[in-house]
């Protein structure tokens, strides 16, 4: 197996084009192995286009992105199903299949990645709804669900293979404050239950300074800092001081370009 | 940026230029699509061949599924469609040849024109309007909702998961509904000729079966295969398609039932000319 030394996930130089439009600049990033990283940063910022390279669901440009040790850019496709069972992901809107029950939903990776009989599996099914406090809710479908309930059923479905990575999107987005203070006691119990690494990509700050050990701002595909709570607490730089005081951006405005945007195209 | 708005709408093309330009792009995103429906025809396939071995199964369950929701539930509505073009047939035939005092004679145009061309471009063009929206429209919701994204995260390929169980459930399905089809299309016929000319039911279906040879309803069933794989895949490039938000899946519906039936109706003439020859 993997080493405790390995990080559980090492990206290096990795660029991400959308179209010409370039989206991340060579970023560099490692997170340990039980560490949970927050990626915070504003609309825009390339957080959400970061996370989809961790999943392998975008295809880098250039640069690696090492998954405990292996880099799934080169892995064949039955590697990479492999190293899938090792990998849980919360989606913005929960992304729960809208077709099934909730109970169907958490057993989907089961059935797919196992070849445990009927019972097993949905004994399973109910003790990760257990563990997100929707026991009782198995045959509801999506649909009958409440915001904060969606979510805490996609993090049941997310973790139903025991994995040892775990990635949020936005977990607090469209949640009621409480909502979102117990959705992050559950990301906290379960770090310190099952040992994962988790990956937060949020721009809530209260939730992040709650439950990272580590957080790595980014801003127009750029890394501005990685560091603990208290140095982006502390830093001086002035994207992350808007940031953190929720100021708008004063940026320097360029009267040519200004001109040359308004006026492009027109003949 | 390259495109401006002008070249991209036809209304606005100034130049003629500009409209040899509107032509090739047209093109090219059409020789596109039709190289990524080809693309996805083949994965689909190699994933029912395949599957198994690449833990990427197709699951029987999931086939019988979409059977029954593409083919069993769609047996009202084609039954009533037929029906009602061999009772039609029956009518114009009649007319027809009355005036050459053959109407007798209806029967077997009624059975060659439903087994070799009615019963499988009805049969595909009600399936088309049922399934194709069907399939688009889900396959759109479930890329805008990231339910494909998250399918797979978990390991399932969309393709398999999707498409494979449809395609083969439509391959099974068509050719049957298109033989039951032919039946109702000739029962209405033959109700009529009850009707009309007092002809016994067994007459009608005696003469009919006399007439037909096993070509011309194997011709009805190869043309109903090949609609099935043009309805799976239309609707599935066009789900995937969907970009962002109801309005693209609401688009990308129309279109895939717009383009299946265009494309049903271009086939069949394809293959009957082939047939014929």
């Known amino acids: ?267 | 940026m390259l495109p401006s708005v002008a070249i991209l709408q036809p209304s606005l093309v100034r130049t003629p230029l500009a409209a040899v330009d509107w032509v090739g792009r047209q093109t090219a995103k059409f020789g596109d699509e039709v190289g990524y429906a080809s693309a996805l025809l083949f994965e689909s396939l190699y994933w029912l061949l395949l599957g198994y071995w690449r833990n990427q199964p197709v699951r029987v369950s999931a086939i019988f599924k979409e059977a029954v929701e593409v083919g069993v539930r769609a047996i009202p509505i084609v039954c009533i469609a037929c029906f009602a073009t061999g009772t039609m047939l029956a009518m114009q035939g009649i007319h027809t040849l009355r005036q050459f005092g053959a109407d007798s004679q209806v029967v077997v145009g009624i059975a060659y024109s439903v087994s070799r061309e009615f019963a499988p471009l009805i049969t595909g063009i009600f399936v088309a309007g049922r399934s194709g929206s069907a399939v688009a429209a889900r396959i759109g919701t479930m890329t805008v909702s990231q339910e494909i994204d998250a399918l797979r995260v978990i390991g399932v390929n969309p393709v398999r998961y999707l498409v494979a169980p449809l395609l083969i459930a439509l391959m099974f399905t068509m050719p049957c509904l298109t033989v039951l089809a032919n039946l109702v299309a000739m029962l209405g016929g033959a109700l009529y000729c009850l009707a009309a000319l007092g002809m016994p039911l067994e007459v009608f279906f005696d003469r009919s079966f006399a007439a037909l040879t096993t070509s011309d309803l194997l011709g009805g069933i190869y043309k109903s295969i090949a609609f099935a794989m043009l309805i799976a895949i239309i609707g599935a490039v066009n789900g995937f398609q969907v970009k962002s938000g109801a309005e693209g899946v609401g688009r990308a519906t129309t279109r895939s039932v717009v383009l299946c039936i265009v494309s049903i109706i271009l086939a069949d003439m394809l293959v009957t000319g082939f047939l014929s020859r």
């Open chain 1, 1 to 267: 197996m993997v080493s405790p030394d390995t990080p559980a996930i090492e990206i290096s130089k990795l660029v991400s084009h959308y179209g010409d439009r370039k989206i991340l600049h060579e970023i560099d990033m490692t997170v340990a192995q039980g560490e949970i990283m927050v990626i915070m940063g504003g609309s825009g910022s390339g957080k959400s286009t970061l996370l989809r390279h961790f999943l392998g669901l975008n295809r880098p440009t250039s640069g690696s992105v090492k998954l405990l040790g292996q880099d799934i850019t080169r892995i064949s496709a039955q590697e990479m199903f492999v190293l899938r069972r090792q990998m849980g992901v919360s989606f913005q809107g929960g992304a729960l299949f809208n077709s099934m029950s909730v109970a169907e939903n958490v057993a989907l990776p089961l059935r797919e990645h196992t070849k445990l009989d009927e019972n097993t599996i949905q004994i399973m099914a109910r003790m990760k709804l257990e563990v997100v406090n929707l026991n009782g809710f198995e045959d509801l479908m999506p649909s009958e669900l409440s915001g904060g309930m969606l979510k805490r059923a996609a993090l049941a479905r997310a973790i139903a293979l025991d994995p040892r990575l775990l990635f949020f999107d936005e977990p607090s987005a469209g949640l009621d404050p409480v909502a979102s203070v117990e959705l992050d006691e559950l990301i906290l119990n379960l770090q310190e239950a099952m040992g994962m690494s988790i990956v937060v990509v949020t721009h809530e700050l209260e939730s992040a300074f709650k439950i990272a050990d580590r957080i790595t701002v980014l801003d127009q595909g750029h890394i501005l800092l990685t560091g603990t709570v208290a140095e982006v607490r502390g830093s001086d730089h002035p994207r992350i001081v808007s940031l953190l005081q929720r100021q708008p951006r004063h940026d320097e405005v360029d009267g040519d370009a200004y001109l040359q945007r308004l006026t492009r195209e027109l003949t």
